[in-house]
């Protein structure tokens, strides 16, 4: 599933505007299915720093750990703690399943929009 109000990233990060200069960071629905069953993730912390394309947080499944990369640059102003102690939500929704919120972003870095990011799925399929 690919949800259209939703930015993406090659490496299969999402970002979601709220509409108040903050923005929330996720895994897509393909990642979360490629990775397998998640048993651990790795959060930023509050106040840290991220830079477009660099690690943010990391995924570990039964398969691998995984790095999740920021799409934007600017300052994490929140984490998702649930995930912490309940890393299987983003198999059960990825899109519900936010890692992080930014805020302070200036650069977005090279995203693409719904249409652009299932036709690169069916490209690397």
């Not at 090659?10 to 509409?19: P, V």
């Not at 998702?80 to 936010?98: F, K, S």
């Amino acid at each position: 599933m690919i949800k259209a109000e939703l930015m993406y990233t090659k490496s299969h990060e999402w970002l979601k505007d709220l509409g108040d200069g903050t923005f929330e960071v996720g895994i897509s629905d393909h990642a979360q299915e490629e990775l397998g069953d998640l048993v651990f993730v790795n959060l930023p912390e509050v106040g840290d720093g991220c830079e477009a394309g660099e690690p943010i947080a990391d995924v570990e499944s039964v398969k691998a750990v995984s790095d999740v990369n920021s799409p934007v640059t600017g300052t994490v102003s929140e984490i998702n703690e649930v995930l912490l102690d309940t890393p299987e939500a983003i198999n059960q929704d990825a899109y519900a399943a936010w890692f992080c919120r930014v805020k302070d972003v200036s650069d977005k870095g090279d995203l693409m929009d719904a249409a652009a990011y299932e036709a690169f799925l069916a490209e690397e399929a």
